[in-house]
DNA sequence: CAGTGGTCTAGACCACAGT
DNA sequence: CTGTGGTCTAGACCACTGC
């Protein structure tokens, strides 16, 4: 029954706005022949039902919804549209992908805020220079010897000492990033001392020893960084950081900070790609305009 | 039977090099009580099967299989771990997703190569000053009046005519990126005309006026560019030009050019997710070394 | 032809949110 | 409690590759 990918049979407009609860024009039952033959074309439609789907799904968010608001749950999109259910979770994971779509567990699908535009760069990361340290929230502060991988990151032998500060990046009271800085001990060699000033008796928590290393890093001289961005998964404790399930997508950016010729920290920080838009201002010249989604199909 | 989301029960070495065909421990038939109940643990257990597949899939793909080797098939895979093939599946997804597996139909699941850094800045894109052109191959021209989106993201009103240039980006035989260049026209008033010297005899194709244009665009005077990054998936037209399925993960780099302080073109990029690691060189002080893919989950 | 991954189905139970 | 999304199962057929 229904086993060929063919083309879906959808009504044409308000496909999802309360149109009658199932579907319009046909009644539960086994299904019928006309079902996957319909007019004639097999060939023609490679596309699977699941991207068709999406597709459907897509106009209709756009042109139905509005942010925040919930769409029809899964079970009776399922069954508008005669697919099953895991069917149409495919083409709601791809949505949900594309940054258009959450989903709640309890709750319900909602249509998802356009993604906000973060700026990645030096300036902004409140090291050095620390001029808006608001941006980001040190967590958490390590030292530990450098693992292999580690080691060879930061271009130091195993073995030696590395600090490690955690900072999480909130944007309009949303965790929307994680970060792990990398210190190691020979960097730190010229640099003085930092004391904290306030609330140093009744012993500094780990945050405290976090903030005086990146004083101590303000006195650096960067004079050079290199970006790399790529696509990755959150593992347990990043997804528990960024308020997630593990696999969360995320844009990892792997910044590499240069002083005196030589490397003097590298910091990986791991970004929400369903809430984020990476943006890289090397010049104020020009504002960015937020991005038109898809007009990249536009021929 | 073993409904209950708990903890799986693998063999400890040699996951899935030729450990002996099914599972060694364990004979086809009804599970057992033990199969879930275990030892005692069932709260401190909520990780979901596919993501502890997930982790006892790359832990066996480092240690006992290089690049470019098969996996066992997915259905003997799932009968090893005696889960269904979906979750199975579930796990291979994610690790496709992070470009540690590549499937392909009718072959197998291969593990992936480590992705490839592909540099992306202004010199490498062989326009202005086309100092390696090699990197982008012209594939397609075309003018049209810009849509809505369009004109809003190129600052120019609606309707107006834009050259729009579709380039292919191939990094080791390989294609990785997609490109559509877009430049108004007002942008190129004052810019000359430029004629091919050769092969203008037995006409023109659009790929050459696509080098026409960019060849006009050297002249350009580019004081700025801006940039953002974010997660997308290849739609039709692009999925067959990255030799993908449609839904395919890429990284979106739309890049703003501006000219005499004003706004002289866009550029929107797509590069394939799985493969590509996107890297931003501002200067060239520090040698970009290859990510250690998870040393970020080292504390 | 046999073997692979890709798609789809129908049903079940679980975890969580709000009542 | 009900309703939501999240997970998992067992089975089927399709599309593609290579022999």
Redesign the pocket.
């Known amino acids: 029954?229904?086993?060929?990918?063919t083309r879906l049979n959808l009504p044409e407009q308000q496909v999802l706005q309360d149109a009658g609860r199932l579907s319009p024009q046909r009644r539960p039952g086994p299904a019928r022949v006309e079902d996957t033959v319909g007019t004639a074309q097999l060939t023609a439609v490679?596309e699977?039902?699941?991207w068709q789907l999406r597709t459907v799904l897509l106009r209709a968010i756009d042109t139905e919804f509005s942010t925040g608001q919930v769409i029809p749950?899964?079970?009776e999109l399922a069954a508008r549209f005669?697919?099953?259910?895991?069917?149409l979770?495919?083409a709601l994971d791809q949505l949900e992908l594309e940054g258009r779509l959450v989903?709640?567990?309890?709750?319900?699908?909602l249509v998802a805020a356009p993604r906000v535009g973060v700026q990645v760069s030096r300036q902004e990361e409140g090291w050095p220079g620390g001029s808006r340290e608001q941006a980001w929230q040190t967590v958490g502060f390590a030292v530990a010897a450098a693992g292999e991988q580690l080691a060879k990151a930061l271009g130091v032998p195993v073995g030696e000492q590395v600090h490690t500060v955690r900072r999480l990046r909130v944007e309009q009271g949303k965790t929307v990033a994680t970060e792990a800085l990398h210190v190691p001990d020979s960097a730190l060699a010229m640099l003085p001392e930092i004391r904290l000033s306030g609330a140093a008796g009744s012993g500094a928590g780990p945050e405290d020893e976090g903030r005086a290393l990146l004083r101590r890093m303000e006195r650096l001289t960067v004079d050079g960084e290199s970006r790399s961005v790529e696509l990755g998964v959150a593992e347990a404790d990043e997804a528990l950081l960024l308020q997630r399930?593990p696999g969360t997508p995320v844009l990892v950016v792997t910044t590499q900070y240069a002083s005196a010729g030589r490397l003097a920290a590298v910091a990986v920080s791991t970004y929400r790609a369903d809430t984020c838009r990476l943006t890289f201002g090397e010049t104020g010249l020009v504002e960015v305009t937020p991005v038109p989604a898809d007009f990249r199909t536009a021929s």
Chains 1, 2 share one sequence.
């Open positions: 029954m229904l086993r060929p990918v490679p699977p039902k699941y749950n899964e079970r005669n697919v099953a259910r895991a069917t979770r495919q989903r709640r567990r309890g709750i319900g699908t399930p």
